[in-house]
């Protein structure tokens, strides 16, 4: 049955128009484009893993300097922030008794009063420790118990923070650590840590222990009391061949780069890889600075480069460092 001009003009159309709906349905399952790549080279720079804490500025020692027996402070003879040596006399106090009887001979003039100073004369408060004196708690002519503190002293001045018990393990006496404090952010304060405490406490259900970290030189702006943040240096490499991690993979232990390699496809490269801050990983020893090194473009997710391309050697991920 032979088909009309008419029918034929209709066939056609109706051929093209399947023939764009399947191109139409096919594209969005076919046609998806993989990660977009793009080149970089390795970079020198400083990697470090550190244990981050927070805590406050506080005496290692702290002491209170009590006096002996009750009476009235006649003369102090320190402030704050005065470093004093053992044995050093800070102030010096009146008795209840010698107070009374100043004051009974002021009544009576000056010379008396002169006379029963000679005779009987005022008590020292004597430092007993080498330290710094950070509170000043009396000032002339105030009434004192046996029990007041009239001076604070500070051995050193140390920062107490906590370590929780998944990292506590990680921390060990002597290793490196970076101070701030929050009242002076701009200026790191080197130091280590210089002791653990045994037995821990719990704070908000997680077990703590008071870790202290001892700066190499207390500042002269370091007041007890001051918040502080505390980089504590698990780990460091400085100067060091380093990709960002998203540009190594790993395979059956091995960590491997993809080079370029002229016009033909990348060619995949095994390194050594030293520690890695979750931004950088070191490199050790199979990759020169000169060399191109392809990875996924940034803002490329792991999760969309498994849908477009499972099997794709670029998909970023963390390196199983041989170390």
Do not use: C
Not at 24 to 31: D, L, Q, R, T, Y
Not at 68 to 77: C, F, N, Q, S, W
């Amino acid at each position: 049955m032979k088909l009309s001009k008419k029918g034929k003009i209709i066939t056609v159309v109706l051929i093209i128009i399947a023939v764009a709906a399947f191109i139409a349905v096919k594209k969005p399952f076919g046609g998806k484009k993989g990660p977009e790549m793009e080149e970089i080279y390795p970079e020198i720079r400083d990697i470090s893993i550190v244990i981050s804490a927070t805590g406050a500025v506080q005496p290692m020692n702290r002491l209170e300097i009590k006096p002996p027996i009750a009476g009235r402070i006649e003369k102090v003879l320190v402030k704050e922030g005065d470093v004093v040596s053992k044995g050093r006399v800070l102030a010096l106090m009146s008795s209840s008794e010698r107070a009374a009887l100043l004051d009974a001979a002021r009544a009576q003039g000056e010379e008396n009063v002169k006379k029963w100073e000679e005779i009987y004369k005022p008590i020292s408060v004597i430092a007993p420790i080498n330290g710094t004196v950070i509170v000043r708690g009396a000032e002339p002519g105030q009434t004192v118990g046996a029990g007041d503190a009239v001076f604070v002293l500070s051995d050193r001045l140390v920062i107490k923070t906590s370590v929780d018990e998944t990292d506590v393990g990680k921390v060990k006496v002597g290793q490196k650590a970076v101070i701030t404090l929050d009242a002076y952010s701009d200026t790191e304060i080197p130091g280590s840590v210089y002791h653990i405490s045994y037995e821990s406490s719990v704070m908000n259900n997680v077990s703590i222990y008071e870790t202290f970290i001892n700066p190499d030189k207390v500042p002269d702006f370091f007041r007890s009391g001051m918040t502080a943040n505390v980089s504590i240096i698990k780990a460091e490499s400085k100067g060091v061949l380093s990709l960002p991690v998203n540009a190594v993979r790993a395979k059956d232990g091995v960590s491997f780069v993809m080079v370029k390699n002229g016009g033909d496809k990348p060619k995949r490269k095994e390194v050594v890889t030293g520690i890695d801050d979750g931004s950088y990983v070191e490199i050790k020893s199979g990759l020169s600075s000169d060399e191109a090194v392809l990875t996924v473009k940034n803002g490329y997710t792991l999760n969309t480069a498994k849908k477009s391309n499972a099997t794709s050697p670029f998909m970023p991920g963390r390196p199983g460092a041989r170390r």
